[in-house]
């Protein structure tokens, strides 16, 4: 854990000191929930990223397309 981290973790439990013990269980349920559903997302975006491009054209027409598609200019550097 960084410097900057153990700076933020030290200053909600201080915020978190003046709860009652009902709204801290409450607050644990919600972040409990919250890393369950980061872990779930991040799996869906990761399997979604696969197939993200389909094209009916072949892999050599698709970078024929991209290099027409460029333009490039020459420059004379003076050194």
């Not at 854990?1 to 909600?12: E, F, P, R, S």
């Not at 009652?20 to 409990?32: A, F, G, Q, V």
């Not at 333009?71 to 003076?78: N, V, Y």
């Amino acid at each position: 854990m960084t410097y900057t981290d153990k700076h933020i973790v030290n200053a909600y439990a201080e915020l978190f000191e003046g709860l009652s013990s009902m709204n801290k269980l409450e607050l644990i349920e919600r972040l409990s929930k919250s890393i369950r559903s980061d872990q779930s997302k991040k799996e869906k975006s990761f399997f979604k990223s696969f197939g993200a491009f389909a094209s009916d054209k072949s892999a050599e027409e698709i970078i024929n397309d991209i290099k027409s598609g460029s333009a490039f200019r020459s420059k004379e550097i003076e050194l």
